[in-house]
């Protein structure tokens, strides 16, 4: 059994940047792809990034060049660091895991909300 709990939100002012966390409890993190969604009011959960077992990212394009997803296999965390903010970066932001050779996320955080002030 796979659970996430994502911690860093919080209310930030545009421009300004921000770092949130997901601490991966279970065995096998190295067999999973960990994302990063967001859900803001209204809208639909979009993947913001994600980062396979060896690193590769993918990104968003709304964030793109502004944010950067990382991962530490040896203390299974998860990482998104988010520069330049702005106001429609606003929502609750979850982390997801979904094993290499699924292409479901299986296993989601409870979220945490992002607000950006402008």
């Known amino acids: 059994q796979v659970e996430l709990s994502e911690s860093g939100g919080g209310l930030v002012q545009a421009g300004d940047s921000l770092s949130l966390s997901c601490l991966y409890y279970g065995s096998t993190f190295s067999r999973y792809v960990m994302g990063w969604f967001r859900q803001a009011p209204g809208k639909q959960r979009e993947l913001v990034a994600a980062?396979?077992?060896?690193?590769?990212?993918q990104y968003a394009d709304s964030v793109k060049g502004r944010s950067t997803i990382t991962r530490d296999n040896a203390n299974y965390m998860v990482y998104l660091r988010m520069n330049s903010l702005k106001p429609e970066d606003t929502a609750v932001y979850y982390c997801?895991?979904?094993?290499?050779?699924?292409?479901?996320?299986?296993?989601w955080g409870q979220g945490t909300q992002v607000t950006v002030s402008s």
């Open positions: 997801a895991a979904r094993d290499l050779a699924r292409g479901e996320y299986d296993y």
């Open positions: 980062i396979t077992p060896g690193s590769s990212t």
